[in-house]
């Protein structure tokens, strides 16, 4: 059969010719300001471009499955977790966090590591990274610590002052900067890494009853990194090599897969806990709550526009469905304030509408207008809640459980009871889980970041930043002075 050409058309409609010549007067004069084909080529082009992500603005994603394979009910009534073999479609953007949309897929860098199950009592997203903890466990001080990963507002260079005057400043960080400057900084790829949720969340099971959980994800293709030159080699050579990695990896049917494995903790449990165990800094020790099996997520389809799907993406830990909710960690709090509200800013007020962000269920409300609102704006029906005219309920079965407040005195808590322990899961990350390679690297890849620290201040940063150290584990902190060439004395 003949192949039937399509029509070249504007963005309305109307089929035109003159798509490479503009309208002029003569051979070899103007152009016209009449010639509205140009208009509205180079009207659209000015336009292409989106608000870049504040952080995460370089990424890759791809659809796939998730599958039930072992039975969590007891915890969860959410539909997802029904019965075994259970499938559910889902999207994933894997991304550095600090660097600009341009910066190379190997800078030492967390990973983020977001997913959007499409369920069927709506979308599901878990936004986490490549790590189990986070720099900071407040949100007020995000903002402040995001400035310290872009650029001086002076130079308008990378300042690896302001990054440690920070952490230094905040001890907090240092079990994320052990991560960090380990070579889990550099993973090879982001196939090859695993992904955590990394908040508490909770679980509700069909007897409404709440527990605590974090969410893992185990890559099964082997966990593996590289190390600071291999990362730096890479940074020159491919920039896009995380990027380029999975792409190729699906396109040629090698599809990365990921176990799902929870941690839980009941409300009794988490009052006795020796950490504060909402605290994003800290991890919950496997050996005292071990892994459960959930799943197998399979990655299997590239998006056929990169534009449409991964820069548009949009996802937000306030999206829970029936059977699993939040906790009181404030970095989680923070979040489902702060996510939608950058979706709202980069995307339109109905960032929800566009395909890669839609539920696959039915979806009834009696939000109106906005921006980009592109499935009927609810048409004729009513725009306020309740009324005469629509079938629309709200369905008792779906009513959330109540839950305990731990207190009921409000303040600007600086810190709780046993919360202002930075040193010993770092110390234990260092001396039990690391191997002797992995903690000369980590101490050769801290010495190389410490090196530029620059400025009237740099002693004073130093010395505080190796205190942090020599209060984890004092090995570290000699070594790291010694590399340094930097006579430390502890004040401790």
């Known amino acids: 059969m003949e192949k039937k050409n399509k029509k070249l058309t504007t963005a309305s409609g109307r089929p035109y010719y003159e798509n490479e010549d503009s309208l002029t007067a003569g051979r070899r004069g103007q ?105 900071i466990k407040d949100p007020k001080k995000f903002p402040d610590f995001i400035h310290t990963q872009k650029r001086d507002p002076r130079t308008n260079l990378k300042s690896p002052t302001m990054m440690w005057d920070f952490w230094s400043l905040n001890p907090e960080s ?18 090859k890494m695993d992904g955590f949720g990394s908040h508490t969340f909770s679980l509700i099971n069909s007897n409404n009853e709440q527990i605590f959980v974090k969410f893992h994800f185990k890559t099964q293709q082997g966990n593996k990194t590289l190390t600071g030159a291999e990362a730096e080699k890479l940074k020159g050579k491919d920039p896009d090599y995380a990027q380029r990695d999975l792409v190729e990896a699906i396109a040629k049917g090698d599809f990365p897969k990921w176990a799902l494995k929870i941690q839980v903790m009941t409300d009794d449990q988490t009052r006795k806990f020796k950490w504060n165990p909402f605290d994003v800094t800290k991890v919950w020790p496997h050996s005292e709550y071990p892994l459960i099996d959930a799943g197998i997520m399979e990655l299997n389809e590239i ?97 959330e459980p109540s839950f305990k407040l731990y207190s009921d005195i409000a303040d600007s808590y600086d810190r709780n009871e046993n ?32 090196s530029g620290i620059s400025g009237e201040k740099h002693d004073e940063i130093i010395q505080r930043q190796l205190n942090h150290f020599h209060k984890a584990d004092k090995e570290l902190a000699i070594q790291v002075a010694k590399g340094l060439n930097f006579n430390f004395i502890p004040n401790n």
């Not at 969860?76 to 479609?89: D, L």
């Open 174 to 191: 240092l079990h994320q900067v052990m991560i960090l400057f380990s070579d889990r900084g550099t993973p090879d790829g982001y196939r």
């Open 303 to 399: 998006p056929t526009n990169y534009f449409a799907d991964v820069e548009q993406a949009a996802f937000a830990p306030s999206h829970v469905v029936d059977g699993i909710g939040l906790s009181p960690d404030k970095m989680l709090q923070g979040r489902i304030l702060a996510y939608p509200d950058a979706h709202r800013y980069r995307l339109g007020a109905n960032y929800e509408q566009i395909p890669v962000n839609r539920p696959i269920n039915e979806v009834h409300y009696h939000q109106r207008d906005g921006m980009m609102n592109v499935i009927g704006n609810g048409e004729a029906s009513p725009n306020y809640y309740p009324n005469s005219f629509d079938d629309i309920i709200a369905d008792k079965k779906y009513k």
């Open 419 to 450: 919360d202002d322990d930075h040193y010993s899961q770092p110390g234990v990350l260092f001396r039990k889980v690391m191997t002797d390679q992995e903690r000369q690297n980590t101490i050769n890849n801290i010495v190389g970041a410490m």
């Open 31 to 135: 152009i016209l300001l009449q010639d509205s084909y140009l208009h509205e080529k180079l009207a659209h082009f000015n336009r292409e471009r989106i608000p870049e992500r504040v952080v995460h603005a370089k990424g890759t994603g791809a659809f796939g499955k998730f599958t039930v394979t072992h039975d969590i009910t007891a915890f969860t009534k959410a539909s997802i977790f029904r019965k075994i073999g259970n499938e559910c479609r889902v999207f994933v953007r894997f991304s550095t966090v600090g660097g600009e949309k341009g910066s190379a897929d190997t800078e030492r860098d967390p990973r983020g590591f977001a997913l959007k199950f499409y369920t069927e009592d709506g979308n599901w997203d878990l936004v986490g990274n490549n790590t189990p903890v986070f720099f």
